[in-house]
T-cell receptor, first 108, second 112 residues
Framework: EDQVTQSPEALRLQEGESSSLNCSYTVSGLRGLFWYRQDPGKGPEFLFTLYSAGEEKEKERLKATLTKKESFLHITAPKPEDSATYLCAVRVEYALNFGKGTSLLVTP | DGGITQSPKYLFRKEGQNVTLSCEQNLNHDAMYWYRQDPGQGLRLIYYSQIVNDFQKGDIAEGYSVSREKKESFPLTVTSAQKNPTAFYLC???????????FGSGTRLTVV
C-alpha cells in the first residue's frame, strides 16, 4: 500500500533557527511529490512539485529536495510568518495521497 | 481572479439530515476532488472526478455522494448514512491528474 509519512509531527523553532522537515514515501513508481503549506482554518497552498531523485526547488526561505525514498523541506532562518502546517503528498493513480503534516511554530 | 469557491464556510447539521457542500471553480480545470480533514488524520480522499458526468469513489466514500453535471461545479452531499460527519471538508481542482491541486478555503461541518 502506498504510504506517506511525515516527521516530526510538530516542530518549534526560534526565529532564525534553520531546520528540516521530512517526508518519506513508499510508492511503486513516483509520479510526483508535492509540498503544501496550510494555515489554520484555510485550504492548503501549493509550494513545490518534485518528480525525480536529485531534483531541488527553492522559494524564499524554503528549499525542497527529493531522493528515491524521501523528501526534505529545508527552512533557512525562519520567521514567525512561516508558522503553519506543511503537508507532503504523492501522486497515486488519479489523486494525491497526503501525509499527516508537520505543524511548525516559529517564535520570535 | 481565478480560483475555487467553497460555500458555506461553516455548516451545522442535525442528526439524520442530508447537507450539500458547494464547490465552484473558474480555472477551467478538468479534474476536481473532495477531501476530508480531521485533526491528526491528514487529508483523506472522498470522491474525485476527471471529467464532466464521471466520478470515482475515493478511500472514504461511504455516506457521501457527488455529481458533476458542469465542468465548474462539484457539489458534495453528506448523507445521514455518514455516521461521523463532523470535519473540515476541502475541495480541489487540477488541470488534469498529472498536475498538483488548487484548493478551496474549506467548509467546516458540525453535527449538532
Amino acid at each position: 500500500e502506498d504510504q506517506v509519512t511525515q516527521s516530526p509531527e510538530a516542530l518549534r523553532l526560534q526565529e532564525g533557527e534553520s531546520s528540516s522537515l521530512n517526508c518519506s514515501y513508499t510508492v511503486s513508481g513516483l509520479r510526483g511529490l508535492f509540498w503544501y503549506r496550510q494555515d489554520p482554518g484555510k485550504g492548503p497552498e501549493f509550494l513545490f512539485t518534485l518528480y525525480s531523485a536529485g531534483e531541488e526547488k527553492e522559494k524564499e526561505r524554503l528549499k525542497a529536495t527529493l531522493t528515491k525514498k524521501e523528501s526534505f523541506l529545508h527552512i533557512t532562518a525562519p520567521k514567525p510568518e512561516d508558522s503553519a502546517t506543511y503537508l507532503c503528498a504523492v501522486r497515486v493513480e488519479y489523486a494525491l495521497n497526503f501525509g499527516k503534516g508537520t505543524s511548525l511554530l516559529v517564535t520570535p | 481572479d481565478g480560483g475555487i469557491t467553497q460555500s458555506p464556510k461553516y455548516l451545522f447539521r442535525k442528526e439524520g439530515q442530508n447537507v450539500t457542500l458547494s464547490c465552484e471553480q473558474n480555472l477551467n480545470h478538468d479534474a476536481m476532488y473532495w477531501y476530508r480533514q480531521d485533526p491528526g488524520q491528514g487529508l483523506r480522499l472522498i470522491y474525485y472526478s476527471q471529467i464532466v458526468n464521471d466520478f470515482q469513489k475515493g478511500d472514504i466514500a461511504e455516506g457521501y455522494s457527488v455529481s458533476r453535471e458542469k465542468k465548474e461545479s462539484f457539489p458534495l452531499t453528506v448523507t445521514s448514512a455518514q455516521k461521523n460527519p463532523t470535519a473540515f471538508y476541502l475541495c480541489a481542482s487540477s488541470r488534469d491528474s498529472y498536475y498538483g491541486y488548487t484548493f478551496g478555503s474549506g467548509t467546516r461541518l458540525t453535527v449538532v
